[in-house]
């Protein structure tokens, strides 16, 4: 277009940039064209509102898209994911559950306040030696380190560890008893405490009720036996398993503890370490010797005379 003015394509210009444009009839002389004619900057301005609205549609879809197609994908993952568990511990063996029992009572009542005692029987307390501990598990492992056993109750921490989630039942515990002998000498040595009582989950053994023994839940939620929990993976759940006597007998036995995991049944047979049984002896009419804590003596020398020893 000539800078006179004068009409080349139709479309005048001011300033050096077309007024406006008309895409039906380009080329033609200015007035012969019947479509309005748009300023360029309006045109822009709508292009670029639709585009916007375009994008922010496209991005709308997608997101919602995005969500279904992950949520699927998340639903089938799991699926295959259980699935590729139970082939698993089919195909190697593992279980989904661990079991664990602990006797010491060190690690028992580990944290806990210093006010729970202890007691042991030993068939000749001439053996002691040695200075008393002064702290609970010290005293604990002392006195059963020379020979001494569990006295008028035996302490039992069973714990459940999960390796994936899983639902469990604890229905119930069955006692078997090996041995019961009953016990004419010996001494029962004692750490005596004082406090509250300390009342956990448990199940109670009454060793002297016969055989099978008794057994019964005690402590928090016991009247909610039998106890249902679910155990998310890589956590535990903790119970007692509370073993008393009180005839003067040594007792010897084992348990069976019965479980449902996720529906299947598990019986799980539990002795000590190395596959001897528990031993519990009943105080009944035994000698007693008492170490109260914070001392290292006891009330009465271990050197049991004749007239204090248990009569036939």
């Not at 822009?44 to 997101?63: I, K, P, W, Y």
Request: aromatic share 8%; proline share 5%.
């Amino acid at each position: 277009m000539s800078s006179d003015g004068e009409a080349g394509t139709g479309v005048p210009e001011i300033g050096g940039l077309a007024e406006c444009v008309c895409v039906a009839c380009s080329g033609t002389a200015e007035g012969t064209c019947s479509v309005r004619r748009t300023p360029y900057g309006l045109a822009d301005r709508r292009a670029s509102v639709h585009t916007e609205n375009m994008d922010a549609v496209s991005l709308l879809v997608g997101g919602v898209v995005g969500f279904v197609v992950s949520l699927l994908l998340g639903i089938l993952f799991r699926a295959w994911q259980s699935v590729g568990e139970r082939w698993a511990r089919k195909e190697f063996k593992t279980e989904r559950l661990i079991i664990h029992v602990e006797d010491d009572p060190k690690i028992i009542w580990s944290g806990a306040p210093d006010w729970i005692g202890d007691a042991v029987y030993i068939d000749d307390p001439t053996r002691i030696r040695g200075e008393i501990p002064d702290d609970r598990g010290g005293w604990a492992q002392w006195v059963r380190s020379q020979g001494a056993v569990d006295a008028r109750r035996t302490t039992l921490r069973v714990t459940l560890q999960a390796r994936t989630e899983a639902a469990v039942v604890i229905e119930s515990m069955e006692v078997k008893l090996h041995r019961a002998v009953p016990v004419k000498r010996g001494v029962v040595l004692a750490r005596a405490t004082g406090g509250a009582s300390v009342e956990p989950r448990r199940f109670r053994v009454d060793l002297d009720w016969g055989n099978p023994p008794l057994v019964t839940t005690a402590g928090r939620d016991a009247d909610n036996a039998p106890w249902g929990i679910k155990i998310a993976a890589g956590d535990a759940e903790f119970f007692h398993i509370w073993a008393e006597a009180t005839e003067a007998v040594r007792y010897e036995w084992t348990f069976e503890l019965n479980l449902l995991v996720e529906g299947q049944r598990v019986v799980e047979s539990i002795s000590r370490k190395g596959g001897s049984p528990f031993v519990t002896v009943g105080v009944g009419q035994l000698p007693m010797r008492i170490n109260y804590s914070g001392t290292n003596k006891w009330d009465f020398p271990l050197d049991v005379p004749e007239n204090e020893k248990a009569k036939d």
